[in-house]
């Protein structure tokens, strides 16, 4: 233990420099990935799905992002109804040596259950008979609950975060010349490159909840998850939900032109404002 604190003091100031370079660069890329898609329709609504919504509002932060902010481009997962698998997901980010990945989603909670009494019915305890009620449970799909909520990566998946930026740690080896697979320090460079990208990821999710919250909309903050979407990709990364879908209100928003226009620009909003405080 003394030796690892000895050599991150020793080594400390050129690793984090060396972080700082790297994600502090250019944000050039940029990866929406619509959720679901295909034969995963997602979380059900009254009449829309999941899928459907997350395209529509991914394709329209694309649009924004592109007519707005000069010199970055936008990479899709999808730009159809298709289901590309979630090492899909991972590899279109990582082939691409980009910068940010944003996973859009539509959010849905299991509704409310109403318990009603139904009768009585007999049943045998042993050599006597005696009666018990019976209940019937009815579930309710639709909730009153609404608002947005963004995710970034749980810890306990923060080794297969590292194992990603280790196996696509090309881009790194060129700007460090550090990143010896037999070297123990390259251990520690990658968890630190690790962290520091969690730290973006939750400075990007702030952003877009804080552009959520300023339209008016409920805020239910930045949580971390074991999103195995998040997990697969080397940079930086957030999923939003962007609303409840089983919420008829909140459907009926997601599915208006003027409702995914706003949500679509919340989000870039985020983005943009990351992007001004990390190329600072």
């Known amino acids: 233990m003394r030796l690892v ?4 003091l020793l080594t400390g100031f050129c690793f984090f420099s060396t972080i700082s370079f790297a994600v502090g660069k250019k944000i050039s890329k940029i990866v929406l990935d619509a959720g679901h898609g295909g034969k995963d329709f997602g979380a059900p609504g009254t009449y829309s799905h999941e899928k459907d919504l997350t395209l529509a509002i991914s394709l329209r932060v694309g649009k924004i992002i592109e007519d707005s902010l ?3 481009q936008v990479i899709y997962t999808r730009t159809s109804d298709v289901y590309p698998s979630l090492t899909d997901r991972h590899e279109i980010a990582n082939q691409a040596k980009a910068d940010l ?3 859009i989603h539509i959010n849905a909670n ?3 259950s109403e318990k009603s009494f139904a009768g009585y019915k007999t049943v045998k305890r042993g050599k006597k008979r005696t009666k018990v009620a019976v209940y019937h449970v009815t579930r309710h799909r639709q909730t009153t609950v609404q608002g947005t909520e963004s995710y970034v990566l749980g810890l306990h998946r923060n080794s297969q975060k590292e194992d990603a930026i280790e196996e696509n740690s090309e881009e790194l080896n060129e700007e460090t ?17 690790s962290q520091a990208f969690l730290s973006r990821s939750v400075s990007l999710a702030s952003k877009i909840q804080q552009e959520f919250s300023s339209q008016g909309r409920r805020d239910f903050g ?4 074991g999103l195995e979407v998040l997990a ?3 940079m930086p990364g957030v999923l939003v939900e962007c609303g409840f879908i089983n919420n008829l209100d909140e459907e009926a928003y997601m599915n208006s032109e003027d ?19 990390a190329e600072r």
């Open 5 to 8: 604190i000895q050599i991150l």
């Open 232 to 234: 697969g990709s080397a």
């Open 70 to 72: 000069d010199g970055v």
């Open 101 to 103: 990945f944003i996973a």
């Open 259 to 277: 409702g995914q226009q706003e949500v679509a620009l919340a989000i870039f909003r985020g983005i943009r404002a990351y992007k001004f405080e």
């Open 222 to 225: 930045v949580k971390q998850k």
């Open 177 to 193: 010349g550090l990143l010896d697979e037999s070297d123990p320090q390259t251990a520690i460079i990658i968890a630190q490159y």
């Open 110 to 112: 299991p509704g409310t």
